[in-house]
């Protein structure tokens, strides 16, 4: 079995107890994985700190062709980390893989971006002013199980390439892979303490993380409720903080919109890493004039993906993560069919042996759903799609709106005045056009509302590890 440790001042070291992570495909045993306490947090956050000097004063040269290396180091390793991935939170292995990759794609984005770290000078009369960039400091990175290791990168790359040291600390569901990556990334020749990782639960480990002075930025990945105590917890000393938070996004099918390629990228987003993913479509609203046909094309593409074993290379879906989040699913499916909503198909288990072992669901297409149902609410974090008509864009756009998240929002138009009118009107961080996706390195990320503080990605991400300093001169 494959046992993870946990990596602090560039030495792997064990901790106070370990884990066992099973395979939600089969409920095999994945890995041993040594847990730590609030004392291994503080050893790290200490080496980080040491480690700062000398990291934060090299030249962006120097960091730059580290986290070149990095990367190079990460794609070499790219089957290895993807399928420990697969198997400890059961996304399809072609996704991991694509995830792996992307995260080298991460470390090489901010590489060049911190090469970028450029200030200002200003001249009047007798004085001038110099407005610099400079690292934030230690900085903790808390990250979710749903994306280990590309979240885990939107965090390294732009800490490491600003000039801060940092502590990551993953989901105790799914820290396999991500302790892969750090080690990966170490191994490029960083010097001992500038990345560190701890393992352990949020309310030990991430706790110290969040409270110890040490740290003077927290970047935060997962659940609305953790980001708020970590928000009133970071306030007493006044601590940065970067929260990316829960969503729901909603999408707008227009009448006038291609209809097959919005059925298409509804089900992809709807579906993909079984809805667990914080930018899943959750709340679909169709015009009326074309919402049988739009209907019964996502019916039918979602009867063709195929459920199975996530580390067969033909898979699309495979279990969910937790019998918690099936649960859930549950919970929300039965809440809408009791209010009133039907399920075109999926609502169950899969049946056959094997499925028997593993947290698997079918994707589950609902209609006749409106806002009293839990799921167009509440964050389900699993493969539902629900569609709803509407008849008007002021009826689209409130509906749209009338969530408490503000993570990203799909419209599908052919008109170009329409798809501006709307996105501009839509409270989300990110809106998508014609398209299913909103992540792009040189474009910022994060949420408006309950959805999060602070942007990730583009050179945004890299200011949000910096502070602004000016330095005045007298001539
Ligand atoms: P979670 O909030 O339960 O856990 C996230 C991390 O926080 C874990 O590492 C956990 O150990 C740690 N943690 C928990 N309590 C803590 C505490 N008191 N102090 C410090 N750390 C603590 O979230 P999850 O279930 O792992 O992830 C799913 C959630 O993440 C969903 O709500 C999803 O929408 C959200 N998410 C958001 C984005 C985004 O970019 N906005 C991306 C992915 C996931």
């Known amino acids: 079995m494959y046992r993870s440790m946990m990596?602090?001042?560039?030495?792997?070291?064990?901790?106070?107890?370990f884990d066992i992570i099973h395979n939600p495909a089969n409920q095999e045993p994945v890995a041993e994985v040594v847990i730590g306490e609030a004392i291994d947090a503080v050893r790290a956050l200490e080496a980080a700190q040491r480690a700062f000097p000398e990291w934060s004063s090299a030249s962006q040269k120097r960091r730059c062709e580290l986290l070149h290396d990095a990367a190079e180091i990460v794609r070499e390793r790219a089957d290895h980390i993807a399928e420990l991935l697969?198997?400890?939170?059961?996304?399809?292995?072609?996704?991991?893989?694509?995830?792996?990759?992307?995260?080298?794609?991460?470390?090489?984005?901010?590489?060049e971006e911190g090469m970028r770290n450029i200030g200002d000078w200003i001249s009047t009369g007798d004085t001038r002013s110099i407005v610099t960039k400079q690292p934030v400091g230690v900085v903790s990175l808390i990250t979710p199980w749903n994306y280990p290791v590309e979240l885990l990168a939107w965090k390294v790359g732009p800490?490491?390439?600003?000039?801060?040291?940092?502590?990551?600390?993953?989901?105790?569901?799914?820290p396999v892979a991500a302790t892969e990556f750090v080690m990966?990334?170490?191994?490029?020749?960083?010097?001992?303490?500038v990345l560190n990782i701890v393992h352990g639960s949020g309310d030990t480990v991430g706790a110290e993380l969040v409270t110890n002075p040490i740290s003077r930025k927290i970047s935060f990945t997962g659940e609305t409720s953790t980001g708020r105590w970590i928000m009133e917890a970071a306030a007493r000393h006044l601590k940065r903080v970067s929260l990316e938070l829960g969503g729901h996004a909603p999408m707008i099918v227009f009448d006038d919109a291609d209809i097959d390629a919005a059925a298409s990228a509804c089900v992809r987003r709807a579906f993909g890493n079984m809805g667990q993913v914080c930018i899943s479509v959750n709340r679909v609203y169709v015009a009326d004039a074309i919402a049988e046909d739009f209907t019964e094309r996502v019916l039918r593409r979602t009867l063709k993906l195929r459920i199975g074993d996530p580390l067969d290379p033909e898979v699309d879906l495979g279990p969910m993560v937790s019998e918690r989040q099936r649960r859930k699913t549950r919970e929300h499916i039965e809440d809408?069919?009791?209010?009133?909503?039907?399920?075109?198909?999926?609502?169950?288990?899969?049946?056959?042996?094997?499925?028997?072992?593993?947290?698997?669901?079918?994707?589950?297409?609902?209609?006749?759903?409106d806002h009293?149902?839990?799921?167009?609410?509440?964050?389900?974090?699993?493969?539902?799609?629900?569609?709803?008509?509407?008849?008007?864009?002021?009826?689209?756009?409130?509906?749209a709106n009338d969530?408490?998240?503000?993570?990203?929002?799909?419209?599908?138009?052919?008109?170009?005045?329409?798809?501006?009118?709307?996105?501009?009107?839509?409270?989300?961080?990110?809106?998508?056009?014609?398209?299913?996706?909103?992540?792009?390195?040189?474009?910022?990320?994060?949420?408006?509302?309950?959805?999060?503080?602070?942007?990730?990605?583009?050179?945004?991400?890299?200011?949000?590890?910096?502070?602004?300093?000016?330095?005045?001169?007298?001539?």
């Not at 990596?7 to 107890?17: D, K, T, W, Y």
């Not at 059961?90 to 694509?98: M, Y």
């Open 336 to 369: 809408a069919v009791r209010k009133g909503a039907r399920i075109l198909c999926g609502g169950r288990e899969p049946e056959g042996s094997l499925f028997a072992r593993g947290y698997y669901f079918m994707p589950t297409v609902l209609t006749d759903v």
């Open 403 to 475: 969530t408490e998240y503000g993570l990203a929002a799909y419209i599908y138009t052919d008109s170009l005045r329409r798809a501006v009118r709307i996105a501009e009107r839509i409270e989300a961080g990110s809106v998508g056009v014609n398209l299913g996706s909103v992540i792009d390195h040189h474009a910022p990320f994060g949420g408006w509302k309950q959805s999060g503080i602070g942007r990730e990605l583009s050179h945004r991400g890299l200011d949000e590890y910096m502070e602004i300093k000016h330095i005045r001169l007298g001539l």
């Open 86 to 111: 697969t198997m400890e939170m059961g996304k399809p292995i072609r996704d991991s893989r694509r995830e792996v990759l992307s995260a080298a794609d991460t470390l090489d984005y901010f590489a």
């Open 7 to 17: 990596l602090i001042n560039g030495e792997q070291v064990e901790g106070a107890s």
């Open 372 to 399: 009293t149902m839990r799921m167009m609410r509440e964050e389900t974090f699993g493969p539902v799609a629900p569609i709803m008509r509407f008849s008007g864009e002021e009826e689209a756009v409130r509906l």
């Open 184 to 193: 990966a990334v170490n191994e490029a020749g960083l010097p001992p303490g």
């Open 159 to 174: 800490a490491l390439a600003s000039g801060c040291t940092a502590v990551a600390k993953p989901s105790s569901l799914a």
